[in-house]
C-alpha cells in the first residue's frame, strides 16, 4: 500500500495526487469491508470446529 502512496506522489503534482490518492481510497474500504467478513467467517469456523 505504501509503495502505491509513493509512486502516486512521484507521478502526480501535489493537487492532483490527493485527488489520486481519494479516487483510489473508496476501493480500499471495500477491501476492508471484506478482509473483516472473512475474519468473522474463519473465528466462526475455529468456534465451530472447536465445540465439535
Not at 509512486?7 to 473508496?26: V, W
Request: net charge negative.
Amino acid at each position: 500500500m505504501n509503495q502505491r502512496v509513493d509512486q502516486i506522489l512521484t507521478s502526480y503534482a501535489s493537487e492532483q495526487a490527493r485527488i489520486e490518492l481519494a479516487r483510489q481510497g473508496g476501493t480500499n474500504i471495500g477491501a476492508a469491508v471484506g478482509f473483516v467478513a472473512a475474519l468473522l467467517v474463519l473465528f466462526g469456523m475455529i468456534g465451530v470446529i472447536a465445540e465439535g
